[in-house]
């Protein structure tokens, strides 16, 4: 699977992005979708998950309530909706494809393959 991730940009405090990830390749609705984010100077952290249904979403508690993930298999794409976005959210937002189990949903060990990021500057 090619992931190519898309949408980033420079907002103000309270602002929102819509964020975009095309996959190609292997059958994108069998895999369940995440994104991550990574912050200069941190590790890469996790955001969102969505299940390959669509039926299923997991949330970091630092977004919970201000970020939505979605998808549609039809277009074999994956969204992250950013709302009231914080300074805090600064970071190069990744998309992710693989079939983690529970326990790995919030792990990078959880994927299998990478988009190459799109950055998301918040200004306050």
């Known amino acids: 699977v090619q992931l190519q991730a898309s949408g980033g940009g420079l907002v103000q405090a309270g602002g929102y992005l819509r964020l975009s990830c095309a996959a190609s390749?292997?059958?994108?609705?069998?895999?369940?979708m995440g994104w991550f984010r990574q912050a200069p100077g941190k590790e890469r952290e996790f955001v969102a998950y969505?299940?390959?249904?669509?039926?299923?979403?997991n949330y970091a508690d630092s977004v919970k309530g201000r970020f939505t993930i979605s998808r549609d298999n039809a277009k074999n794409t994956v969204y992250l909706q950013l709302n009231s976005l914080k300074p805090e959210d600064t970071a190069i937002y990744y998309c992710?494809?693989?079939?983690?189990?529970?326990?790995?949903?919030?792990?990078?060990?959880?994927?299998?393959?990478w988009g190459q990021g799109t950055l998301v500057t918040v200004s306050s």
């Open positions: 390749g292997r059958t994108f609705s069998v895999y369940g």
């Open positions: 992710a494809a693989g079939r983690p189990t529970y326990g790995t949903i919030w792990s990078i060990s959880g994927y299998d393959y």
């Open positions: 969505i299940h390959w249904s669509g039926g299923s979403t």
